[in-house]
């Protein structure tokens, strides 16, 4: 069996975060977890003890990478890679009508927290030669109406993979779209999403809810898990759907 890995875990309550942990656990490596709701987190750790450390905290608090980036050490002595997966939907509004303050928010969220996350494990990851993978959006690279702060947001993340990779080249940092997810995110879009969103866009979302094909957590997140564990370093840089055919070695058979 290959040697357990160590692996910072964000947003790992729920959905997409909460089947990465699993999956991880399952083959028996280290986590380090974190997100606002500890409970969760709580019942991964009695089901692994010997395997899980988490961190109830908000990624937007200054001192939270600080504090996850201790936790790995000082229980689990190195990181093998980082998964950042934690983000927010919300302002779902029209570039028009928006609020510069809930686009900070929001850049806060997914994207400054991110980052700040990466600069302080950059250093751990090159002594381990480690993986960084970013939980994108689709969005990145497409548009819908009043997802504008979300998918320029999710578009800057793809962007700071690229530049990692570029300047840390000991570090293999990839960018993710899990797809449409059966995800409390995908239910506050359609709840939230129908003043705002084009008709057509809100009622496709919709429309896979109800036909039962929403791609489900643990497809999409397995790959992730299993880049964050193995991932190639000529992925590095690059921006994949969860089941693009370059990704087929780590898609769940």
Request: proline share 6%; aromatic share 8%.
């Amino acid at each position: 069996m290959p040697e357990p890995q160590v692996i910072i875990i964000t947003g790992a309550s729920r959905g997409i975060g909460h089947a990465i942990a699993t999956h991880l656990l399952k083959a028996g490596h280290k986590v380090v977890l974190t997100a606002r709701s500890p409970e969760t987190l709580e019942e991964l750790q009695k089901e692994y003890p010997s395997q899980v450390q988490y961190l109830a905290a908000d990624m937007t608090l200054p001192d939270t990478p600080y504090k996850l980036k201790e936790l790995a050490l000082l229980h689990f002595h190195h990181i093998n890679a980082v998964i950042i997966n934690h983000g927010a939907l919300s302002p779902m509004t029209r570039v028009a009508n928006s609020s510069i303050d809930d686009w900070k928010a929001l850049f806060d969220a997914n994207f400054f927290s991110a980052l700040a996350l990466a600069k302080e494990t950059i250093p751990y990851l090159r002594e381990t030669k480690g993986r960084l993978i970013f939980t994108s959006s689709g969005a990145a690279t497409g548009a819908y109406t009043a997802w504008g702060a979300y998918g320029t947001s999710k578009a800057a993340l793809n962007h700071l993979s690229k530049h990692i990779a570029v300047e840390e080249p000991d570090i293999t940092s990839v960018a993710v779209s899990p797809g449409r997810v059966d995800t409390d995110m995908q239910k506050e879009l359609r709840e939230k999403g129908k003043a705002e969103m084009a008709p057509k866009d809100h009622e496709a979302f919709s429309k896979e809810f109800e036909a039962g094909t929403l791609v489900r957590p643990e497809q999409s997140g397995g790959v992730i898990a299993n880049l964050a564990v193995s991932a190639k370093p000529e992925l590095a840089g690059q921006y994949f759907k969860w089941n693009a055919p370059e990704l087929a070695e780590y898609q769940l058979s």
